[in-house]
C-alpha cells in the first residue's frame, strides 16, 4: 500500500533536529531541492545549510539539468539572461502583456517562485522561529509600507515580498498551535497558485467550466459521507463557515416563511432560534444580519463537558411557543470552538423532528471527523439534519479559505437565492442550465476554493485524510496523557477530549501553592497571556488561551496540522514550563 504521507510518523522520526532520515520534511526538501531548475536548487540547499558531500552531489544533478548561466531557464530560444537579470530600471509596465515582456515576466517570476520555496521550506524547520514578532509601531517604522502615487520598481516589489514572510506568521510550522493550526499542504498550495492563475468567477459554467464540474462532483461526496442518500441535495462553497451557518439560517427562514423573501421580516411573526452556549458567535451574527435580531437566538444549556442539554432545549422550545414565538431553526454543534464538543444530534434530531424545526449542524470544526473510521460515531445523528456546515480549511488542512453549506433538500437553495440576472444567468445557453449555480449563491463574485479540496483528495485519498486527522486526535491524546496527572497543570474539565482541543490550566510554582482562592484565581487569569506573550517574543511557538464563562484563562491547545509530532507536544510541555517558572 502506498504511504499516506508524514503525519503517520511519530516519535520514531522526531528524535532531532538533525536527523536526515529521508522521512524527515527537511531531507524531503534537500531531495526536492535537487530537483528545480533556474537557481532554485543552490538557493535551497544553501537555506538548509547541507553538507559539503550534498553539494557536490546537487553540483552535479545541477551541470546535468539546469539550463547554463547565458541561458534564462524558460525553454525556449531567447536572448535573455536570468544571471544579468536587473529588476531595478524594469516596472510592472514591462511585464506582459507589454511587448516582448514574456522572458521579463518569466524572470520576474522565478524570483517571486525562489523567495516562496525559501519560505516553504523555512516554515518546516523547527530550528526558525515560528514568528519574528515586532511591535505594530516599530514593524510601521521598520519598514516603508505606504502607499505612493509613483510606480515602485521591481525589485523594491521583490523586497516587499521579502519582508511581508519575513513577519509572517509561518502557520506550516510544526510548532504553530494557534488557532486554524492547519499547516502547509504542498498540493493545496499549487492548486490556489493554479486557481489564481486562472482567475475566474464560479458563477457560471460558461466561465469555469471544469471548476463548477469539480463542486459538483465533490459535494455529492461529502453528502453521500454524511450519509444522505445517493447524495441527493445540493450545497455551495462559502467564504467561510460563519456565512456558511448564516446561509442554513436563511434557508430554514424561506422553508418555514417563503414569502419573506418578497415581504421581509415585516410579513412573518417573531421568529426565534436555539443553539448552545458554547456555539460559534457566528449564529448570532447571522441572526444579527438576516434582521432577526440576536435577541431571538436563545442559548442551551451545556454539561460540564460543553454538550447541549437536549432537555433544555426543549423546554426552552416550548417556553417559546407559549410566548407566541414561532422556533424555526436549531443549530447543533459537532465540535464546539473552545472545549471541542460535540452535541447529541441523535437527540436533538428527535426534538426537531418532534416541535418541525430546521436542523442544522454546525460542523466547521469537527465535520471532518466523517473522514474516520474511528472518530465519525461522535456525529452519529448528522445524516438526520436538513443542513451541515464542513469546512476542510480546517482539521482537513485545505488552505484558506474553503467552508462547504451541506443541504438535504434540492432546489431550496435556487428559490431562496435566485434573482434571474438576464446579463449572466440567460435562459437560451447551448448547455444545461442546472450547472450555471450562481444564481442560488449569495455572492455573485465567488473564489474557485473547489479545486484545492479536489487536487488534495485525489492527492490523499480518503484514507490519507482519514490518517491524517487520526494522528492529529493521537496527538492530542498524547498531550492529554502526558499532562493530566503532571505537577503544575490542571484540566479544564474532566475525561478525554473528544476533539483535537486539549483545555488545561499552567500553574507556576508562585501559583501553585496559594491557600488562598481568589488571590489564586486572580493571579492564575495572568498566566496565560504572559506566558503567551514570552511564545511570540521569543518566537518558539505558540498556542491560544482564553476565558470561559466563570473560568479564568486557561489554555486551549488545538491540534490541525499535520507535520506535528509527538516530539512537538513535548517541546510545547517543556516550553509552557520554561518561560512561566518565575511567575
Given at each position: 500500500m502506498a504511504s499516506h504521507g508524514f503525519w503517520f510518523l511519530g516519535a520514531e522520526n522526531a528524535a532531532g533536529n538533525d536527523s536526515q532520515s529521508p522521512n524527515t520534511p527537511r531531507a524531503w526538501c534537500q531531495a526536492a531541492a535537487q530537483k528545480f531548475s533556474g537557481g532554485i536548487s543552490s538557493?535551497?540547499?544553501?537555506?538548509?545549510?547541507?553538507?559539503?558531500?550534498?553539494?557536490?552531489?546537487?553540483?552535479?544533478?545541477?551541470?546535468?539539468?539546469?539550463?547554463?548561466a547565458e541561458s534564462c531557464g524558460c525553454n525556449k530560444p531567447c536572448n535573455c539572461s536570468k544571471a544579468t537579470a536587473c529588476f531595478s530600471d524594469l516596472y510592472s509596465t514591462d511585464l506582459l502583456p507589454a511587448l516582448d515582456g514574456d522572458a521579463k515576466t518569466m524572470n520576474f517570476l522565478q524570483e517571486v517562485v525562489d523567495i516562496l520555496l525559501a519560505y516553504i521550506v523555512e516554515s518546516f524547520d523547527r530550528s526558525t522561529k515560528v514568528i519574528d514578532f515586532h511591535y505594530p509601531n516599530e514593524l510601521l517604522q521598520r519598514n516603508n509600507w505606504e502607499l505612493s502615487d509613483e510606480p515602485e520598481t521591481l525589485d523594491d516589489i521583490l523586497i516587499s515580498c521579502r519582508a511581508t514572510l519575513k513577519y509572517a506568521i509561518k502557520t506550516a510550522h510544526?510548532?504553530?498551535?494557534?488557532?486554524?493550526?492547519?499547516?502547509?499542504?504542498?498540493?493545496?498550495?499549487?492548486?490556489?497558485?493554479?486557481?489564481?492563475?486562472?482567475?475566474?468567477n464560479m458563477f457560471t459554467y460558461e466561465v469555469a467550466p471544469v471548476f463548477v464540474l469539480l463542486e459538483y462532483v465533490t459535494l455529492k461526496k461529502m453528502r453521500e459521507i454524511i450519509g444522505w442518500q445517493d447524495g441527493r441535495g445540493d450545497?455551495?462553497?462559502?467564504?467561510?463557515?460563519?456565512?456558511?451557518?448564516?446561509?442554513?439560517?436563511?434557508?430554514?427562514?424561506?422553508?418555514?416563511?417563503?414569502?419573506?423573501?418578497?415581504?421581509?421580516?415585516?410579513?412573518?411573526?417573531?421568529?426565534?432560534?436555539?443553539?448552545?452556549?458554547?456555539?460559534?458567535?457566528?449564529?448570532?451574527?447571522?441572526?444579527?444580519?438576516?434582521?432577526?435580531?440576536?435577541?431571538?437566538?436563545?442559548?442551551?444549556?451545556?454539561?460540564?463537558?460543553?454538550?447541549?442539554?437536549?432537555?433544555?432545549?426543549?423546554?426552552?422550545?416550548?417556553?417559546?411557543k407559549q410566548k407566541g414565538y414561532v422556533p424555526f431553526f436549531v443549530s447543533a454543534t459537532a465540535g464546539t470552538t473552545v472545549y471541542g464538543a460535540f452535541d447529541p444530534l441523535i437527540a436533538i434530531a428527535d426534538i426537531c423532528k418532534k416541535h418541525d424545526i430546521w436542523m442544522h449542524v454546525d460542523g466547521a470544526w469537527g465535520g471532518s471527523l466523517l473522514m474516520s473510521g474511528k472518530h465519525r460515531w461522535k456525529l452519529n445523528g448528522v445524516e438526520r439534519a436538513n443542513s451541515m456546515t464542513w469546512n476542510p480549511h480546517k482539521m482537513m488542512a485545505v488552505p484558506l479559505q474553503c467552508s462547504a453549506l451541506l443541504v438535504r433538500e434540492e432546489g431550496l437553495m435556487q428559490g431562496c437565492n435566485q434573482m434571474q440576472a438576464c446579463y449572466l444567468f440567460q435562459q437560451d445557453k447551448h448547455y444545461d442550465l442546472s450547472y450555471d449555480t450562481g444564481d442560488k449563491a449569495l455572492q455573485c463574485g465567488r473564489h474557485v476554493d473547489i479545486f484545492k479540496l479536489w487536487l488534495m483528495w485525489r492527492a490523499k485519498g480518503t484514507i490519507g485524510f482519514e490518517a491524517q486527522i487520526d494522528k492529529c486526535l493521537e496527538l492530542s491524546e498524547y498531550l492529554y496523557n502526558k499532562i493530566k496527572d503532571r505537577e503544575g497543570y490542571d484540566m479544564v474539565f474532566d475525561g478525554k477530549p473528544q476533539h483535537t482541543n486539549v483545555c488545561f490550566w499552567y500553574l507556576p510554582p508562585g501559583v501553585r501553592y496559594l491557600e488562598d482562592k481568589v488571590e489564586k484565581m486572580k493571579r492564575l487569569h495572568k498566566v496565560a497571556p504572559v506566558i503567551k506573550a514570552r511564545m511570540m517574543e521569543y518566537g518558539t511557538t505558540m498556542v491560544s488561551y482564553q476565558p470561559q464563562g466563570d473560568k479564568v484563562n486557561f489554555f486551549r491547545m488545538v491540534i490541525s496540522n499535520p507535520a506535528a509530532t509527538f516530539e512537538d507536544i513535548d517541546f510545547l510541555i517543556e516550553e509552557i514550563e520554561r518561560l512561566g517558572q518565575d511567575l
Open positions: 538557493k535551497l540547499c544553501a537555506l538548509l545549510n547541507v553538507g559539503e558531500a550534498e553539494k557536490a552531489a546537487q553540483a552535479a544533478v545541477k551541470a546535468e539539468d539546469e539550463p547554463t510544526p510548532r504553530y498551535f494557534n488557532q486554524l493550526s492547519t499547516g502547509l499542504d504542498v498540493v493545496g498550495l499549487a492548486a490556489d497558485w493554479l486557481t489564481s492563475t486562472a482567475n475566474t450545497g455551495i462553497f462559502s467564504p467561510g463557515g460563519a456565512i456558511s451557518n448564516m446561509y442554513a439560517m436563511l434557508l430554514a427562514r424561506y422553508k418555514m416563511f417563503p414569502e419573506v423573501k418578497e415581504k421581509g421580516m415585516s410579513s412573518v411573526p417573531r421568529l426565534v432560534a436555539f443553539t448552545s452556549e458554547h456555539s460559534h458567535f457566528s449564529i448570532k451574527k447571522g441572526a444579527a444580519a438576516l434582521g432577526i435580531g440576536t435577541e431571538s437566538v436563545i442559548c442551551i444549556k451545556v454539561d460540564e463537558r460543553g454538550k447541549m442539554i437536549p432537555s433544555d432545549l426543549e423546554r426552552r422550545i416550548i417556553e417559546a
